[in-house]
């Protein structure tokens, strides 16, 4: 049995095929956090600051998983998740938001607005490893 802790290296040491992440976050703290952390675990991680980022590399790319602030501001991360779950192609890829810590009516609305999974803020790296980790094995299982 696979340990949770596993990188995405030992799932398959041998394939060249790294996970796409993108990665939405007003933060440049929160995004730096994330970017480094899900690289050195071997994830390719593309940054968006924003609404207008983020749309723009969903029109180049197909990530793996998308992990979204749901606090980001402008259009907010719940109406940018159920817009990002609107765009044909793109509705079948994991969406995990980021919530405050303990926040019943943001988890509550992870998943009305189609998220998959939550993870609480602030972000602790080995907790988002884990939560995409599984995200990425049953997305593989699937294909």
Sequence with gaps: MMNIR????????????????????????????????????GYITIPAKNKAEALKCLEFTSPDVILLDATSPGAGGFALGRQIKSIPGRSEIPLLF??????????????????????????????????????????????
């Design 98 to 143: 980021m919530i405050e810590l303990a926040n019943n009516d943001q988890i509550i609305n992870s998943f009305e607005n189609g998220g998959s999974d939550y993870i609480s803020k602030p972000v602790c790296i080995p907790e988002v490893l884990a939560r995409l980790l599984t995200r990425i094995i049953s997305r593989l299982n699937t294909r």
């Design 6 to 41: 596993t990188s995405i290296f030992e799932i398959s040491p041998s394939s060249s095929i790294r996970p796409i992440v993108l990665v939405i976050d007003d933060s440049s703290d929160t995004l730096n956090l994330l970017c480094e952390g899900l690289s050195s675990a």
